[in-house]
């Protein structure tokens, strides 16, 4: 059965704010789109604010003097003050634009990492971090001779709260884990487990790719020391991210990557760096993309992101009600209470490639493979599995389409 | 679509001819395709002038990879090293009956890319020898 509408979300109208979602895959074929979590669509108003920015003001930031860098440099750090606001972080000046999550985690583990950590230290990190929140520590690790740890991930799909405490007491320097799942679903309980990180005199870092684009983040009471996220998973442009790190955390770290715009003053053998948060942006940015990342929280915040992470949770609560009534279909991570729109699933004797290859052909865009989690699926003995993660634009009728175009792919291999 | 799933390819999916370990062998290779953990190991055995007397292959994943090692594996027995050299992406695509995209194709051309690393490392020990 149909979940209840979400009253005051106007879903016809917020589909059309995305131009993509009324293509059609191939003639006669609507386009269904369940992969968001790998990157989401773009509403007009984040097309037309790049186009905009390259038509009327297109100029380089900083440095100019004249009218068009004036107000490019208007726009790009509006934007940082915007996305600011959006994560209620103290000051924009604690906000780094990077390429994206990636680049923001490799950022802290090649600049605060290296100066800070000695051989022997621990990293904690668990078992369901996307390759972005572990490679970077294992490149690390090897370099410095550190020692990672892991959270362990229950069959539920949860971290082992449990052996977390018990993990403390081998007094980690950091803990960096993720907010939300991209395979699992499962939203992390951080303002509690940051808490009991900070007291064990750790430092924290979280990888929020999954999370700022779907529920509410306020950077102030979850206290994180570090908070990464990408434009381009919430409703932005790809190629810019953010890096919130802590004023005196940033302070005391040393530059990135040096170049342009890093330095306050340049001899022939030495540098000085610049301000926050200049000192770690070293060249021209992505400033269209600035501009774009600042459309989209004001499209966020304008329909609200408690709206939006109510309406997900009707569309996830359907996706789990309608996925898990599928014989011989597994649905991977926690109930309704603890996850958000992302659905990862299986099905016995049928590849998950072939799936997705299925679900293709009658329009059904669902991603198939590890999503970059190799590590938990090899500990839920999985090779791949298929996984359908919902926005706000996305409506029941679409997860009806997901459910018929499973049943078809079970009659192909039956 | 209907083309993509046709009979012989699920077929081969779901009963494969030639799945199995061959211990000893002359070469046994495997690979991953690390985008979707496909995973192909093809066993050989081969008679003193270089024929292929026995072949088979294990692994897991999708449905295309898995009926390409098999149609694979039976369309090398028999052929000396050489001829088995000279295939191509035209000859899996030939067994498979199909056209696929970039993406794909690279689960059907694992099962050749494993062989042909296998043949050519048998030639690194031969000139070791």
């Keep these: 059965m149909a979940p209840t509408a979400n009253t005051g979300f106007n879903i016809q109208q917020i589909r059309e704010d995305f131009p993509l979602l009324s293509r059609e895959v191939r003639p006669g074929v609507p386009l269904t789109y369940l992969d968001s979590a790998a990157t989401s669509q773009k509403p007009m108003v984040v097309i037309d604010a790049m186009n905009r920015y390259y038509q009327d003001m297109n100029a380089n930031i900083h440095r100019g003097i004249h009218k068009l860098a004036e107000e490019a440099t208007y726009a790009y750090e509006g934007a940082r003050q915007r996305i600011a606001d959006f994560i209620h972080a103290p000051s924009p000046e604690e906000l780094i634009f990077t390429r994206n999550t990636t680049e923001s985690i490799n950022l802290v583990a090649n600049s605060w990492g290296r100066t800070f950590l000695k051989p022997g230290?621990?990293?904690?990190l668990t078992e369901m971090e996307h390759h972005s929140n572990l490679v970077p520590w294992q490149i690390l690790a090897n370099h410095l001779s550190l020692r990672l740890e892991f959270i362990p991930v229950t069959p539920q799909g949860l971290l082992d709260q449990d052996a977390f405490l018990t993990l403390l007491d081998q007094e980690p320097k950091l803990l960096a884990l993720t907010h939300m799942s991209n395979v699992l679903g499962t939203i992390n309980p951080l303002e509690d487990m940051l808490a009991k990180a900070k007291s064990a005199g750790a430092m924290t870092l979280v990888d929020g790719a999954q999370a700022v684009p779907h529920f509410p983040v306020d950077i102030s009471t979850l206290k994180a020391d570090f908070y990464?996220?990408?434009?381009?998973?919430?409703?932005?442009?790809?190629?810019?991210?953010?890096?919130?790190?802590?004023?005196?955390?940033l302070?005391?770290?040393?530059?990135?990557?040096?170049?342009?715009?890093?330095?306050?003053?340049?001899?022939?053998?030495?540098?000085?760096?610049?301000?926050?948060?200049?000192?770690?942006e070293a060249g021209t940015p992505a400033i269209a993309e600035a501009v774009g990342f600042g459309a989209a929280v004001d499209y966020l915040s304008q329909i609200g992101m408690a709206e939006v992470e109510k309406q997900e949770?009707?569309?996830?609560?359907?996706?789990?009600?309608?996925?898990?009534?599928?014989?011989?279909?597994?649905?991977?991570?926690?109930?309704?209470?603890?996850?958000?729109?992302?659905?990862?699933?299986?099905?016995?004797?049928?590849?998950a490639h072939d799936v997705a290859q299925i679900l293709d052909s009658e329009g059904i865009a669902v991603r198939?493979?590890?999503?970059?989690?190799?590590?938990?699926?090899?500990?839920?003995?999985?090779?791949?599995?298929?996984?359908?993660s919902l926005y706000l634009y996305n409506t029941p009728e679409e997860i009806d389409r997901l459910v018929e175009g499973i049943h078809k792919t079970k009659s192909i291999f039956a | 679509m209907e083309d993509f799933y046709r009979e012989l390819i699920i077929e081969?999916?779901?009963?494969?001819?030639?799945?199995?370990?061959?211990?000893?062998?002359?070469f046994s290779y495997e690979d991953d395709n690390p985008a979707c953990g496909d995973h192909i190991q093809i066993d050989v055995r081969l008679d003193e002038t270089g024929v292929v007397t026995e072949a088979v292959f294990s692994g897991e994943g999708c449905a295309i990879s898995q009926a390409s090692a098999d149609l694979l594996v039976e369309s090398i027995i028999g052929k000396h090293i050489d001829e088995i050299k000279a295939l191509g992406k035209e000859d899996v695509l030939d067994n498979l009956g199909i056209e696929l995209g970039p993406v794909r194709l690279k689960c059907a051309l694992l099962p050749l890319k494993v062989l042909k690393a296998g043949i050519y490392g048998l030639g690194d020990q031969e000139a070791e020898d």
């Design chain 1, 121 to 124: 230290d621990v990293i904690l």
């Design chain 1, 228 to 249: 990464a996220f990408s434009a381009h998973k919430m409703v932005g442009p790809t190629g810019i991210g953010i890096l919130y790190g802590r004023r005196e955390l």
């Design chain 1, 251 to 280: 302070e005391e770290m040393p530059p990135f990557l040096g170049g342009g715009e890093m330095i306050k003053r340049v001899e022939l053998r030495s540098f000085k760096t610049n301000d926050l948060p200049h000192k770690f």
């Design chain 1, 313 to 351: 949770r009707i569309l996830a609560g359907y996706a789990l009600e309608s996925l898990s009534g599928i014989p011989n279909l597994h649905v991977l991570g926690p109930g309704i209470e603890e996850r958000g729109g992302v659905v990862s699933f299986y099905i016995d004797g049928i590849h």
């Design chain 1, 368 to 388: 198939a493979g590890h999503h970059c989690a190799q590590p938990l699926h090899t500990k839920f003995n999985l090779p791949a599995t298929s996984r359908a």
């Design chain 2, 12 to 26: 081969r999916y779901k009963t494969p001819h030639y799945r199995g370990v061959l211990d000893p062998n002359d």
